[in-house]
């Protein structure tokens, strides 16, 4: 973060540590810190999740409302992304000062999940030209311990896996006019396809070389970041195994320049490069993460039958 204070003795260390591939804190330049991942957190919302990456807390809730698709595109459903900054997240987040940061991050998870190989817009769909259901996902910057662009996209991510929208039956009748039918049974109702969804991986360039999962001390000591969305792998979301392998193919989604620094072609490539190993593995043990819990949930609850036929 720009307000943290590091003398140039301590930057000179990050900085050394980071040529030679061993970073202050033990870690190589491609590994992440251990994160603690909760999902169905916020008992009123569609899905939610909280992510803690070290001293960085995330916490994402996801609404949805049935809403009419525009004319451009009759048979996609709406995602829009809203983020606030607690003011007691970093000290320079009280009052306004968190605004521009916040809204920069939905920018760029705005412009991740709306390629068209990211998250597909069509499982939105209701009944084409007429409804569709739109979700607001909602992130709220609890602390702030550097990497938030990464922490905002595995959280966000893993509230949408926890999301289930109810089953409709949509009728067309007179005058053109729809009839919504939403069922009422929590047990009727389908999980969202995330599993090509982008996953965001920041590259703080410290010296000649990139790091992930930047610590706030690493992010004083760079002046430019390249923060890119990769798309992730379905098979690491799902038990079945009749994954094409074109979807199995990581693209990437968005590629963004942060801070006011330069970045060389070739540092840039390299940037990418290793951008892109790091967002496989993290898709992977997300996805593994993911599935193990949503066993050990169905586990739990499991749906009973009473009566004298079972």
Known sequence: MAGLLLSPTEKVFIVHGVQDDHRSDGRTNIDYRPMELETNVVSHATGSSRLRLANTDILVGVKTEIDVPTPEKPDLGKIEF??????????????????????????????????????????????????????YVDILILECGGNLCDAVSMAVKAALFNTKLPSVKAALMDGGNIDLQLSDDPYDAKSLDIGT????????KIGDKCVVDPSAEEESCSVISVVVGVTGNPSSYSTEENVSDSAKESKFTTIEMVGS??????????????????????????????????????????????????
């Open 82 to 135: 809203y983020v606030d900054c607690s003011a007691n997240a970093a000290p320079q987040f009280e009052g306004r000062g968190g605004e521009q940061l916040a809204i920069g991050i939905a920018k760029l998870m705005q412009a991740a999940y709306h390629s068209s190989d990211a998250f597909d817009l069509k499982q939105l769909c209701i009944f084409e030209g007429k409804q569709c259901w739109k979700i």
């Open 197 to 204: 969804a982008p996953l965001l991986v920041t590259l703080c």
């Open 261 to 310: 620094g330069s970045v060389a072609p070739k540092t840039l490539k390299d940037a990418m490069n290793q951008g892109m190993v790091a967002a496989k593995l993290l898709d992977k043990a997300l996805g593994e993460a993911l599935l193990r819990e949503r066993q050990e949930t169905q586990v739990k609850t499991k749906k009973h039958s009473y009566g004298f036929l079972r």
